[in-house]
C-alpha cells in the first residue's frame, strides 16, 4: 500500500456476518489502521461499512484488484476457495487471494461443510475472532515496528 498504514482486506460473503465481527474488533483494537470491506455480494460489503471499514468494494474485480495491494487478508477460508461460500467466490476470486503477497488469516467455518479441520473441537465463532486476532496483533507489531 502506498498509504504508511497497514491495510488489513476484511473479506467476507453471504450475510456479512462473520466480516461485520471482525471489522468491529480491528476498529476497535487498531484505529489507525486501514481496512478496507470487500464483499463477494452488497450486503456482506454493506455489513461490513456499517462496522466501521473506511471504504468497501463489491464483487469479483473489486476483490481481484484489491487482494494485491493489501498488506493483510482476513475472512472465512472459503475466500481462498474455488466456488467458496456456497459459489460466492469465483475461481478468480480464490486465485487472487492465494497469489497475494498479503499475510492470510483465514477462520474456518461456522456451518457443516464438505471439508474438516484437523484443530480439535469445533469453537464458537466468537473464539475464533479472538484467534485471528492473536494473529493480527502479533502480525501488526511487525509491520508497525
Known amino acids: 500500500m502506498t498509504d504508511k498504514r497497514p491495510g488489513i482486506a476484511v473479506i467476507d460473503g453471504q450475510g456479512g456476518g462473520m466480516g461485520r465481527a471482525l471489522v468491529e474488533q480491528i476498529k476497535r483494537e487498531y484505529p489507525g489502521v486501514l481496512i478496507r470491506a470487500l464483499g463477494t455480494n452488497a450486503i456482506a460489503t454493506a455489513a461490513m ?23 493483510i487478508l482476513i475472512g472465512p477460508i472459503g475466500i481462498a476457495m474455488a466456488n467458496g461460500l456456497l459459489g460466492e467466490v469465483t475461481p478468480a476470486m480464490a486465485a487472487a487471494v492465494m497469489a497475494s503477497n498479503a499475510v492470510k488469516i483465514f477462520l474456518p467455518p461456522q456451518k457443516k461443510c464438505e471439508f474438516h479441520f484437523a484443530n480439535g473441537d469445533s469453537q464458537s465463532l466468537q473464539s475464533y475472532i479472538e484467534e485471528a486476532m492473536r494473529i493480527l496483533r502479533a502480525e501488526l507489531a511487525e509491520q508497525l515496528r
Do not use: F, R, S
Open 49 to 71: 461499512m456499517k462496522a466501521g471499514a473506511h471504504d468497501g468494494a463489491t464483487g469479483e474485480n473489486a476483490l481481484i484488484l484489491n487482494a494485491g495491494k493489501m498488506d
